[in-house]
């Protein structure tokens, strides 16, 4: 499946952004996806996940509250609704994939198997 993020842009602290990633080549309901980012000189950490039905969500600690994750299968696309923004949350965000039979709630970067190409998220203070 390919993926392709967009969405990103430049924010004051406060605001909102939503974040699409849109797949293709493979059936879309097939995959429990998720949303990771990375700071520079950071790791990739993990945002949010979405099982396959949309049935199940599992959020971050540091965003829980504030993120939403939501999934539109009908039109092969995932969404990160992301309000009361915070300067620590710029960086680059990535929508992932993994199988439909697989533990959607893993939030380990290793155990998805499709990357989107990313979106920058800059937030002012």
């Known amino acids: 499946v390919q993926l392709q993020a967009s969405g990103g842009g430049l924010v004051l602290a406060g605001g909102s952004l939503r974040l699409s990633c849109a797949a293709s080549g493979r059936t879309f309901s097939s995959y429990h996806m998720g949303w990771f980012r990375q700071a520079p000189g950071k790791e990739r950490e993990f945002v949010a996940a979405?099982?396959?039905?949309?049935?199940?969500?599992v959020y971050a600690y540091s965003v829980k509250g504030r993120f939403t994750i939501s999934r539109d299968n009908a039109k092969n696309t995932v969404y990160l609704q992301m309000n009361s923004l915070k300067p620590e949350d710029t960086a680059v965000y990535y929508c992932?994939?993994?199988?439909?039979?697989?533990?959607?709630?893993?939030?380990?970067?290793?155990?998805?198997?499709?990357w989107g190409q990313g979106t920058q998220v800059t937030v002012s203070s």
């Open positions: 979405i099982s396959w039905s949309g049935s199940s969500r």
């Open positions: 992932a994939a993994r199988p439909y039979y697989s533990d959607y709630g893993t939030q380990e970067p290793r155990d998805y198997d499709y």
